[in-house]
């Protein structure tokens, strides 16, 4: 009867301990990925204002919404830039997709490093 209950309080710690690791990736996933948005997001409000300091958009909802278009690559083209200006468009355009590229691999690279060892505790 010790033999048994040992074996099922054992059982039970391990399966606790991999709970509390597996939360513990998921809280760290969130915060990096709660992080990484708000990074993109002051970009965004960067590009938006410099689009509104060049004087090429009027008002902050426009410019906001062209820069969330632009950094997107979404690009709907119902705000466009004139002659002069277009190439800071294509900066906005350039600098979100690096930077969408760059947030995409380390948060790849942060899942991979997290998840290893819960794989090999599932293997034995």
Known sequence: MIGYSAGVLLRL????ERR???VRVVS???IGFGLITLAHTVQVWIWAKAFLLMGVIGDLNSALYFAFATYTTV???DLVLGPGTRIFGTFA???GILSLGVS???LVAVLSRLLK????EDDQ
């Open 104 to 106: 995409t691999a380390f």
């Open 13 to 16: 710690g391990t399966a606790l």
């Open 75 to 77: 690009g709907y083209g």
């Open 28 to 30: 760290l996933v969130s």
């Open 20 to 22: 509390r690791r597996f």
């Open 93 to 95: 355009g350039m600098s």
């Open 117 to 120: 060892p819960m794989e090999t």
